[in-house]
């Protein structure tokens, strides 16, 4: 068999699953790379519905489904920030700390210029206990949150804790 007849086969083959969800879709494929890059050839939107679906679960709470899809995708798009962000939140919402706490900070790398990244990020360090860690990164979303709202507002309270924590580390309180 050529390659112009696998690719042939192939695209019939993904031709009868778009009708399917892309959820059904990513059990069948798995975590298969080539197969998955060959469907994208045929139909490049799978990336973006893909994603959406991902957010629309992080809307919904569907944690399980947002971190398979955003982990899916973060094999193909390693250095996506969003995705990483996406990724964590599901994570958290799974109560995965450790995990998420790894994606908050791969996008803090990835776009240093994400306040949120650095917010959330300290939230975790405050659960793990480390405070020092958390004023560093709650400094940071400070000196990004010019025009977030909701930052600006929570970010001096939050600061303040961590610096106390900081101060005497075996009596702090997470507010």
Not at 35 to 59: H, I, N, R, S
Not at 72 to 91: G, I, Q, S
Not at 113 to 118: H, K, N, T, Y
């Amino acid at each position: 068999m050529n390659a112009r007849m696998v690719h042939s086969t192939t695209h019939k083959l993904f031709v009868q699953k778009l009708n399917n969800p892309l959820t059904e879709l990513l059990d069948e494929l798995g975590e298969d790379a080539q197969t998955m890059m060959l469907y994208a050839e045929c139909y490049p939107e799978v990336w973006g519905e893909l994603a959406e679906k991902g957010y629309k679960a992080l809307e919904l709470s569907q944690d399980r489904v947002a971190i398979r899809i955003f982990g899916f995708l973060l094999l193909f798009f390693p250095y996506e920030a969003a995705y990483h962000t996406a990724y964590a939140d599901a994570l958290c919402m799974a109560r995965r700390y450790l995990e998420a706490a790894y994606h908050y900070y791969e996008t803090t790398q990835l776009a240093p210029e994400i306040p949120d990244a650095f917010y959330y990020l300290s939230e975790l360090y405050m659960i793990f206990r480390h405070p020092t860690h958390a004023v560093d990164a709650l400094e940071a979303a400070d000196s990004l949150a010019d025009h977030d709202h909701y930052l600006q507002e929570t970010l001096p309270q939050r600061l303040d804790c961590a610096r106390a924590a900081s101060q005497s580390p075996d009596t702090f309180d997470i507010a």
